[in-house]
């Protein structure tokens, strides 16, 4: 935390406010290359809003954010996609109209120029490539079904499966197990895993279970800002985390 | 190319149907009937190019006509000069500037006494200017309705300025009593079988180019920021970059059916980019399915078709009016992927039923994984 | 200063008429999003009511107001039952869809009717002109004014202080909670249509004396009032006055001083501008994205 210049990302007090409304507010937070990091925190504590921050989709009003060093915050969200960062929507966002193989396909955008794209077809390295991830998230038998006909916790797997078609140095997971059952919670676990160290991974989430069976490092969020650091005992014993808590049943419950 | 079979399929259609068109001439031997025929063929192009723009990229131009019209002007001022002398004035000053007393050739006709020049500017201008507007929009991320009605708004300010710089352009009566289009020493008559050709041809190539471009990943992109635009934004691609192409693809298409439609009327009028046409351009992609390149331009040939056969008739042709409204609403609400929609749903039932007696095809995942590494 | 105030008066008199003919539009999209390109051929059909009460039944323009509002008003109700209803989810295809309507209109009345143009008399007792500060205008004209500013504020009143109004306000904010407090939307919205037809077609009998009366005269209409609410913002019933006011004398000023037709060219420029930088139109406050 306090070698922010080693941090393969750091928002240095940034903040952002709609209207009147202060959603995030002198955030201070560092990232390091090939981290896990769970970010945790009551509703409205700003997670989200954060990683639109980063991501370009909200734009800062204060502050900085640095990302490899070289500050991304003034980037256009294609240009910030393109420096290397994915980012999975709350609300799973895949191209319900194309099939399973086109989204795969266009998920895998090292190529982003109109010229170089209009005369490409698809050839054999990309679709080895495609059917690779497809296994990865169990959907080889759906390749060629349209997205619309997924089921909810399978649209979940396929934009998880177009962002590491993007492969971005650092991804940005917005609940990713949201409407999952139990047992699809379980396999995504895993596969959080599995990409430790390869992806530099930011996953908001507010299943605890699943915080528990991912994390290394949490931070948790409170009210636009930060407010504690630590491992999952660290921050569950805090004072100050408990009583952010307070009224919404305790941090596992939250 | 992906060539699976439904790929193949479509593909083997497309080429039927320019196969089709070509034909024509040697089963038709009336040179009035062929004029219609080459008119429709043209409406055809115009529709490809809206579906498109609307049908794969989402973007409802409401004003595809404008651009049609500037194609069309581009023919019509080079055949305009190259009628001298019979229908220019003193100093090859085309007639209609004669008696508004222009007395000097504006620049920006001078070059049109190039064939090459105009066939050129037929594609580009039209082209140039969608960039343009497209840039002035999708830069600053308009969509959908508000797209739609900026278009339509452009379109009328061209045509305000067309009718009102009749100096220049000829006014409400637009340009007329043109040269024969002739190029390479090929000389094209509007009622022959030679003009049938050029049009047919050049429908064929625009048709198998647009299925190239939506078939390459770049028409995949297209579609998949019709269905969700800031997704695909945030993996890096430049949406309105993308956007910008299709629209001016889709506007240079509509350019060169312009400047076919003024070699086979003999005449450019600002007719030609008015709202009525460009929201026929509308119903027949819409009646023939948007998401259909072939479905568009089947749908410009049913529709023109039909109407062209009542019109003999003025009853039958306001009837007929009243009746295409009403179908166009029952497509709109309950066809939203018109008829090209309906036979591939038709297709799928078919194919569903015979396809439920052969065992399905087994994945072949064993060799994926062997790629794969360190993921799995 | 008669150049100035007969220039004003114009101006106005253009603003009254946009207004008039806009108010039905601004309530229908405002309200259910949709935008209804039918609206001109809604005005159309009003002042085609107006010709033919006249005509058959020797009803002076004045009687015929009422009627002709129920009228439209029920064929309003009725478009919005058997088509609109089906499309509130896919606003370009309503676009499509009322432009259809508009298309059968047009040939339904140039079947019935006959193409050629038909004349509304006047009420007898407003013929005769006014003078203001040296300049002239005809009462008709005032009266048209009048009326305009009336029906805004009666429309302003039933959104503000009625019950119908507070429904209305709770749905443009968020129809599925307002539906889950048990207000009838697709009711609401039926209404709203209704009342915008009614509108258009009063608008159409009051311009009809003034402007000659064919089955193509809503095209025109249809523009320019989408110009007023696309300037005046959506959700802003004051938006719509302003903007008609400052569309009216603009185009009255632009008239003046060049000609009509670059007037309308300049004026359609300008909106195309402002709806690249401004979508949310000009009087409208800026909400959180």
């Not at chain 1, 396999?187 to 992806?199: D, I, M, P, S, V």
């Not at chain 2, 002007?73 to 004035?89: D, I, R």
């Not at chain 2, 439609?261 to 009028?269: D, L, N, Q, R």
Request: charged content about 15%; glycine content about 10%; overall charge negative.
């Amino acid at each position: 935390m306090n070698s922010e210049s080693n941090s393969q990302l750091a928002l240095c007090d940034v903040s952002v406010s709609f209207g009147g409304f202060v959603a995030v507010s002198g955030l201070d937070l560092a990232v390091d290359r090939g981290e896990l990091r769970c970010l945790i925190g009551p509703n409205g504590a700003g997670k989200t809003t954060a990683l639109d921050l980063i991501c370009g989709k909200t734009r800062v009003s204060g502050g900085e954010i640095r990302f490899e060093g070289r500050p991304i915050h003034e980037l256009k969200e294609y240009e910030i996609a393109r420096a290397g960062i994915g980012r999975k929507f709350q609300v799973p966002s895949v191209f319900r109209e194309l099939t399973v193989r086109e989204n795969l396909q266009i998920g895998r955008s090292h190529h982003t120029g109109v010229f170089a794209n209009l005369v490409r077809f698809g050839g054999s390295t990309d679709d080895n490539e495609v059917e690779r991830l497809a296994e990865l998230v169990g959907l080889s038998d759906a390749l060629e079904m349209a997205a619309a006909h997924l089921s909810h916790g399978q649209t979940q797997w396929l934009e998880i499966a177009l962002i590491l078609a993007q492969d971005p140095a650092l991804i940005l997971m917005d609940e990713p197990t949201a409407g999952m059952t139990g047992q699809e919670t379980h396999k995504t676990a895993e596969l959080f895993n599995r990409l430790r160290g390869q992806h530099t991974l930011i996953v908001v989430e507010h299943d605890m279970g699943f915080v528990r069976d991912i994390a290394e490092t949490i931070s948790v969020m409170h009210q636009g800002k930060l407010l504690a650091e630590g491992t999952l005992d660290e921050v569950s014993s805090d004072q100050r985390v408990r009583e952010a808590y307070l009224g919404s049943g305790g941090i596992g419950h939250a | 190319m992906n060539l699976t079979g439904k790929s193949a399929q479509q593909t083997l259609l497309y080429g039927a149907f320019c196969v089709a068109i070509l034909l024509v001439p040697l089963f038709l031997d009336d040179a009035f009937l062929l004029n219609k025929y080459s008119r429709y063929l043209v409406f055809a192009m115009l529709a490809v190019a809206l579906s498109l723009s609307w049908g794969y990229a989402g973007i409802l131009n409401l004003g595809q006509a404008t651009t049609f019209g500037l194609g069309s002007y581009c023919m019509a001022m080079a055949l305009k000069l190259g009628t001298v002398p019979v229908h220019t004035g003193s100093d090859g000053l085309p007639d209609f500037m004669v008696w508004n007393n222009v007395t000097e050739l504006p620049w920006f006709w001078a070059p049109f006494h190039s064939m090459a020049f105009a066939l050129m500017a037929g594609i580009l201008v039209p082209a140039a200017f969608a960039a343009l507007l497209g840039w002035f929009m999708f830069r600053g991320r308009i969509t959908g309705v508000y797209a739609a009605i900026i278009t339509l708004a452009a379109m009328v300010v061209v045509n305000l300025v067309i009718i009102d710089q009749q100096r220049f352009t000829g006014g409400f009566n637009g340009i007329t009593d043109l040269a024969q289009f002739e190029v390479a020493g090929l000389a094209f008559d509007a009622y022959s079988s030679s003009t049938y050709y050029l049009v047919a041809f050049c429908l064929s190539a625009v048709l198998l180019l647009s299925l190239a471009i939506t078939r390459s990943k770049t028409g995949m992109i297209l579609q998949a920021i019709r269905d969700q635009e800031d997704r695909v934004r945030f993996f890096g691609y430049d949406v309105a970059l993308y956007k910008i192409f299709v629209f001016a693809v889709s506007a240079g298409i509509a350019g060169l059916a312009g400047m076919l439609y003024t070699i086979v009327m003999e005449f450019a009028s600002p007719t030609f980019l008015g709202v009525p046409l460009s929201l026929s351009v509308v119903i027949w992609v819409a009646v023939g399915g948007r998401q259909s390149l072939l479905g568009a331009a089947i749908g410009a040939l049913i529709v023109t078709g039909v109407q062209g056969a009542l019109s003999e008739s003025e009853t039958f042709l306001e009837s007929w009016m009243l009746i295409m409204g009403g179908l166009f609403v029952l497509v709109v609400l309950f066809l939203p992927k018109g008829i090209a929609g309906a036979f591939e749903m038709l297709a799928a039932l078919f194919l569903r039923r015979s396809a439920a007696k052969v065992p399905s095809v087994s994945q072949p995942a064993g060799e994926a994984i062997t790629h794969g590494e360190g993921a799995s | 200063m008669e150049l100035v105030v007969s220039q004003l008066l114009t101006g106005l008199s253009i603003a009254s008429i946009l207004m008039l003919v806009a108010l039905g539009l601004a309530v229908i999209y405002g309200v259910t999003g949709v935008i209804n390109l039918a609206h001109g051929e809604f005005v159309m059909l009003g002042a085609y009511c107006a010709w033919f009460l006249q005509t058959e039944f020797g009803l002076g323009l004045i009687a015929s107001l009422v009627p002709i509002f129920i009228v439209l008003a029920l064929f309003g109700w009725i478009i919005e039952a058997l088509v609109i209803r089906h499309l509130y989810n896919r606003p370009l295809d309503t676009i499509l869809a009322t432009w259809g309507i508009g298309v059968m209109a047009q040939q339904a009345v140039r079947l019935m009717a006959g193409g050629e143009l038909r004349y509304v008399e006047m009420p007898a007792a407003l013929s005769s002109s006014v003078n203001i500060f040296g300049a002239t205008e005809s009462a008709y004209r005032l009266f048209i004014l009048g009326l305009a500013l009336s029906l805004f504020a009666l429309t302003w009143y039933i959104y503000r202080h009625t019950a119908f109004g507070l429904k209305l306000r709770a749905i443009t904010q968020n129809r599925d909670i307002a539906s889950s407090f048990g207000i009838n939307s697709g009711r609401v919205y039926r209404a709203t249509f209704a009342y915008g037809a009614g509108i258009a077609g009063l608008a159409g009998a009051l311009v009809s004396p003034l402007k000659s009366v064919s089955p193509e005269m809503g095209t025109t209409y249809v523009v320019d009032a989408f110009m007023v609410v696309v300037l005046g913002g959506t959700q802003s019933l004051f938006g719509t006055v302003a903007s008609s006011g400052i569309l009216g004398e603009l185009s009255g000023f632009l008239a003046f001083h060049s000609n009509d037709t670059i007037a309308k060219a300049l004026v359609l420029l300008a909106i195309v501008i402002l709806i690249r930088f401004r979508p949310q139109g000009l009087f409208a406050a800026r909400v959180r994205t």
